[in-house]
């Protein structure tokens, strides 16, 4: 990569974000088309300062950033948010206007090509999703998009749960969102209708401490499948090490990073990127087993 004078700036902004792998494939992804720009890490620590930084990128000419934690929310209350975002109340993906920015949640985009890749026949299956957070939201939203029939919620705190539900109600979801208790036989219950189970939590991400749950396979239908939405340099959490001990197919978040991280490339460029040889390329330069995704194959 060469830095000219005439090379256009995108990032990512959160905190923190030392460890994202987005400038590593958004790089790459920008070398591959030939686009001279480059992509870099944009640390923001204190939200208070988000209006500033946010006018300071507009003046300084930056073309597009993404967002990740912790302020997906605030900055969705600060750009134009298309429909999705507005649905989902937070957004990721953010590009340049004449007169500001406008702002997308790729997010969405990202879960519905894992579910779809999954399993065969998503539509009319059933989910049990843990996790009431922004990243449920998002799961939700995307649930409803491709038919999925029912999402089982389970959360620690169930009052969060149900203002999920709520927030489904009030956007029309065709989806059914129920609760579940946070306990062993409920979630037994809903896995073994769930041909896929996703976790939203950060449990056992930083300290290895083991899912709180046995997570059975489905006992009818299509699928058997399993997706944490959080990711691991060697592909393995807490909660994928549960699924697959009962017999799922279990992937970390890895596939999401990079499916939303394409959305987010054609958002700002409108060029495609080849998801599985994103895919392949990370997991090559992450040392980790390669994870194949079906129908990822084509341009998208």
Same mark, same amino acid.
């Given at each position: 990569?060469?830095?000219?004078?005439?090379?256009?700036?995108?990032?990512?902004?959160?905190?923190?974000?030392?460890?994202?792998?987005?400038?590593?494939?958004?790089?790459?992804?920008?070398?591959?088309?030939?686009?001279?720009?480059?992509?870099?890490?944009?640390?923001?620590?204190?939200?208070?300062?988000?209006?500033?930084?946010?006018?300071?990128?507009?003046?300084?000419?930056?073309?597009?950033?993404?967002?990740?934690?912790?302020?997906?929310?605030?900055?969705?209350?600060?750009?134009?948010?298309?429909?999705?975002?507005?649905?989902?109340?937070?957004?990721?993906?953010?590009?340049? @206007?004449?007169?500001?920015?406008?702002? @997308?949640?790729?997010?969405?985009?990202?879960?519905?090509?894992?579910?779809?890749?999954?399993? /065969?026949?998503?539509?009319?299956?059933?989910?049990?999703?843990?996790?009431?957070?922004?990243?449920?939201?998002?799961?939700?939203?995307?649930?409803?998009?491709?038919?999925?029939?029912?999402?089982?919620?389970?959360?620690?705190?169930?009052?969060?749960?149900?203002?999920?539900?709520?927030?489904?109600?009030?956007? !029309?979801?065709?989806?059914?969102?129920?609760?579940?208790?946070?306990?062993?036989?409920?979630?037994?219950?809903?896995?073994?209708?769930?041909?896929?189970?996703?976790?939203?939590?950060?449990?056992?991400?930083? !300290?290895?401490?083991?899912?709180?749950?046995?997570?059975?396979?489905?006992?009818?239908?299509?699928?058997?499948?399993?997706?944490?939405?959080?990711?691991?340099? !060697?592909?393995?959490? /807490?909660?994928?090490?549960?699924?697959?001990?009962?017999?799922?197919?279990?992937?970390?978040?890895?596939?999401?990073?990079?499916?939303?991280?394409?959305?987010?490339?054609?958002?700002?460029?409108?060029? /495609?990127?080849?998801?599985?040889?994103?895919?392949?390329?990370?997991?090559?330069?992450?040392?980790?087993?390669?994870?194949?995704?079906?129908?990822?194959?084509? !341009?998208?």
């Amino acid at each position: 990569m060469q830095i000219r004078g005439t090379t256009a700036i995108y990032g990512i902004i959160g905190h923190p974000v030392t460890h994202s792998l987005s400038p590593l494939f958004q790089n790459w992804f920008l070398e591959r088309h030939g686009i001279d720009a480059a992509y870099l890490p944009l640390p923001v620590a204190d939200a208070t300062h988000l209006p500033t930084v946010l006018a300071g990128l507009h003046g300084c000419g930056v073309e597009g950033f993404n967002v990740t934690v912790p302020h997906k929310e605030r900055v969705a209350a600060l750009v134009e948010c298309d429909r999705d975002a507005r649905i989902i109340g937070a957004v990721n993906t953010v590009r340049r @206007t004449a007169g500001g920015w406008q702002a @997308t949640n790729t997010d969405h985009v990202g879960i519905q090509q894992v579910l779809t890749a999954l399993t /065969s026949s998503p539509r009319q299956q059933e989910v049990t999703l843990f996790g009431a957070g922004g990243t449920a939201r998002a799961v939700l939203h995307a649930c409803d998009q491709i038919g999925i029939r029912r999402v089982w919620l389970c959360n620690r705190t169930l009052a969060r749960a149900e203002r999920l539900v709520e927030t489904a109600e009030a956007h !029309d979801y065709q989806t059914v969102v129920t609760t579940i208790d946070w306990d062993q036989q409920a979630v037994t219950r809903a896995c073994q209708r769930s041909a896929i189970i996703i976790n939203t939590t950060t449990i056992g991400l930083h !300290d290895h401490a083991p899912f709180p749950f046995a997570l059975p396979p489905c006992a009818e239908g299509d699928g058997n499948a399993a997706f944490d939405a959080v990711y691991r340099p !060697d592909g393995v959490t /807490s909660f994928t090490s549960a699924a697959a001990n009962q017999g799922r197919r279990a992937i970390d978040g890895l596939p999401l990073l990079i499916a939303q991280g394409v959305a987010a490339f054609y958002y700002w460029h409108h060029l /495609s990127m080849n998801r599985q040889q994103a895919m392949d390329y990370i997991c090559h330069q992450l040392k980790r087993p390669p994870c194949q995704m079906n129908d990822w194959g084509g !341009d998208q």
